[in-house]
């Protein structure tokens, strides 16, 4: 058996996968450890998995004000703030505690998501095989390779953490050149063929994560369609406009839809009668309940909703949600809508879209189809095994 250790951010989009790929090496008897902020990673990891403490609560905290200030950011700005006030000090701020990690577990494989540089450059000074957790599809797309100077610019600050950590012959850090898991299919992100033997599309890693809160089932209306209106873990203070849009638009439903708006406390003061407001939702358990989806394009959202073909209206606010949203269009499973801009009838009328016109479904469906294919997280843990 190998042990394997996941460097991951305090973000729980970027551990949701590793979770459920580390899931299934624990069941296939493999020793698995993550490396990161404890009181993230415990929440949404398997019962009694072993963590070790690179990031401590203090630095976690002067990390999500760093994440409060570059939501506030637009356009270069926020490419700026997010790599060199987030993403280059999180790796610097990570090595010694990556570094200490490999000490104490002995590694055969270290996974590291692609905001959690420290684990590429921690696994070369120690001579032990790195593999590629890419959470997103968007990085895998170059989306800035119409911008070469830009691109240029970020491989210099990688190519600067990596000599600043004693590497004189640096390599990109955000693709391994062993294994890189991207967590999507071709029927969603387009053409996939082009991309070299070691980058394996696996579909999103689902599995069940711990019910992190109390969720009111007796009020969901089994004679109702049902709708998930979330913004995610990181927009949601950043929506009180979209909110007040949905509520309009979701009572102008009627009796016939009934929503689950996952928002922050104060932001749907009186919710329409056919509206349930909570701050909290077990998402993976809810969405078999469920016939569509209204996110923000967050890529956890996205590929849970299709894993159980449930169609989409896609708001994309920020980062890689764009691209995300155009891959949703693309697909025929979900329509978009202006986040900003966007008008009660504008909502109202894309979730009747998707709602009523089976294509949509049937796109859905197809999606679905090709993430079941991939294999999803034991498709993973069969090409992580292949490694040591």
């Keep these: 058996m190998s042990r394997f250790l996941f460097t991951v951010p305090p973000l729980a989009g970027h551990i949701n996968p590793t979770a459920a790929v580390g899931a299934e090496l624990i069941r296939r008897g493999h020793q698995v450890a993550w490396a990161g902020h404890p009181g993230t990673l415990e929440p949404l990891l398997p019962a009694g998995a072993r963590v070790l403490p690179v990031i401590d609560d203090a630095l976690d905290h002067r990390l999500?004000?760093?994440?409060?200030?570059?939501?506030?950011?637009?356009?270069?700005?926020?490419?700026?703030?997010?790599?060199?006030?987030?993403?280059?000090?999180?790796?610097?701020?990570?090595?010694?505690?990556?570094?200490?990690a490999i000490d104490a577990f002995a590694p055969d494989v270290l996974v590291a998501d692609q905001q959690a540089v420290a684990g590429p450059v921690a696994a070369r000074r120690a001579g032990i095989t790195w593999?590629?957790?890419?959470?997103?599809?968007?990085?895998?797309?170059?989306?800035?390779?119409?911008?070469?100077?830009?691109?240029?610019?970020?491989?210099?600050?990688?190519?600067?953490?990596?000599?600043?950590?004693?590497?004189?012959?640096?390599?990109?850090l955000l693709f391994s050149d062993r294994l890189v898991l991207v967590f999507t299919t071709g029927a969603l992100a387009g053409d996939v063929s082009r991309f070299p033997g070691h980058w394996v599309f696996t579909g999103p890693a689902l599995a069940g994560r711990p019910d992190r809160g109390a969720f009111p089932w007796d009020r969901l209306d089994p004679r109702r369609r049902k709708v998930l209106v979330s913004l995610g873990t990181l927009n949601g203070p950043a929506g009180e406009r979209f909110y007040r849009v949905a509520a309009e638009a979701l009572d102008g439903l009627g009796a016939d839809v009934q929503a689950i708006v996952v928002a922050p406390p104060g932001m749907i003061d009186e919710p329409p009668p056919n509206v349930l407001v909570t701050g909290h939702v077990p998402?993976?358990?809810?969405?078999?309940?469920?016939?569509?989806?209204?996110?923000?394009?967050?890529?956890?959202?996205?590929?849970?909703?299709?894993?159980?073909?449930?169609?989409?209206?896609?708001?994309?606010?920020?980062?890689?949600?764009?691209?995300?949203?155009?891959?949703?269009?693309?697909?025929?499973?979900?329509?978009?809508?202006?986040?900003?801009?966007?008008?009660?009838?504008?909502?109202?009328?894309?979730?009747?879209?998707?709602?009523?016109?089976?294509?949509?479904?049937?796109?859905?469906?197809?999606?679905?189809?090709?993430?079941?294919?991939?294999?999803?997280?034991?498709?993973?843990?069969?090409?992580?095994?292949?490694?040591?």
């Design 131 to 172: 593999a590629t957790s890419a959470s997103t599809p968007a990085e895998v797309l170059r989306p800035l390779a119409a911008m070469p100077k830009v691109e240029a610019w970020i491989s210099s600050l990688l190519d600067g953490f990596q000599a600043e950590a004693g590497l004189d012959d640096p390599v990109d």
């Design 283 to 388: 998402q993976l358990a809810l969405l078999p309940h469920l016939d569509a989806v209204v996110t923000h394009g967050g890529h956890n959202t996205v590929s849970e909703a299709l894993a159980h073909a449930l169609p989409l209206v896609v708001c994309p606010i920020r980062d890689d949600q764009p691209i995300i949203a155009g891959q949703v269009v693309a697909s025929g499973a979900g329509t978009r809508v202006r986040f900003g801009r966007v008008r009660p009838a504008d909502l109202r009328a894309a979730l009747l879209a998707v709602l009523d016109s089976p294509s949509y479904r049937a796109a859905a469906r197809r999606v679905r189809e090709s993430f079941a294919a991939a294999g999803g997280s034991a498709a993973a843990a069969d090409h992580l095994e292949e490694l040591p």
């Design 64 to 100: 999500r004000e760093a994440r409060t200030e570059w939501l506030a950011l637009r356009g270069a700005a926020e490419l700026r703030f997010l790599w060199e006030e987030f993403i280059i000090p999180l790796g610097r701020a990570m090595l010694p505690g990556v570094d200490a």
